[in-house]
């Protein structure tokens, strides 16, 4: 379990993904990379 910090700081995802997660993520919760990957992915299904 990750951090919005850490994810959005993660050389794992692209630039893009990363700006993508700064708005998707809460603050005060924790991540799997797995849960990180399908916020990115439905973000990007909406548009």
Known sequence: MYSKQ???T???FTPIE???LTIVLNDDRQYSLI???NLIRKF???F
């Open 6 to 8: 850490a994810l959005i």
């Open 35 to 37: 849960q990180a990957k």
């Open 18 to 20: 990363r700006d993508i």
């Open 44 to 46: 990007k299904e909406a």
């Open 10 to 12: 993660s050389t794992g």
